[in-house]
């Protein structure tokens, strides 16, 4: 069973920053890619970033040059820092990893960008 815990969301102004963490625990074997999707109000989960174990990575338009993803494979732990902040990327952001061909989700944790 794999096991996320995600935490760095909260209430930032536009124009802020904000970092995120995925830390995965549990019996993992062959951890792959790690990403990040979000839900805004009213609309589809949409992927923001992944990144493979070799760290190929992979951003939405909306987010490029604003949004940088990065990993520790050694801790298990996904990063997602989020620089520029708009408030369309208000939403709650769930973390997944893929085990073994299986993907595991977080609970999700809420970002709150005010104008």
């Known amino acids: 069973q794999v096991q996320l815990a995600e935490s760095g969301g909260g209430l930032v102004q536009a124009g802020g920053s904000l970092r995120l963490s995925c830390a995965a625990s549990?019996?993992?074997?062959?951890?792959?890619?790690m990403g990040w999707y979000r839900q805004a109000p009213g609309k589809q989960r949409e992927l923001v970033a992944s990144i493979t174990r070799g760290g190929s990575t992979t951003y939405a338009d909306s987010v490029k040059g604003r949004f940088t993803i990065s990993r520790d494979n050694a801790k298990k732990t996904a990063y997602l820092q989020m620089d520029s902040l708009k408030p369309e990327d208000t939403a709650v952001y769930y973390c997944?990893?893929?085990?073994?061909?299986?993907?595991?989700w977080g609970k999700g944790t809420l970002v709150t960008v005010s104008s």
């Open positions: 549990g019996t993992i074997f062959g951890l792959n890619a």
């Open positions: 997944n990893v893929m085990v073994m061909g299986v993907p595991y």
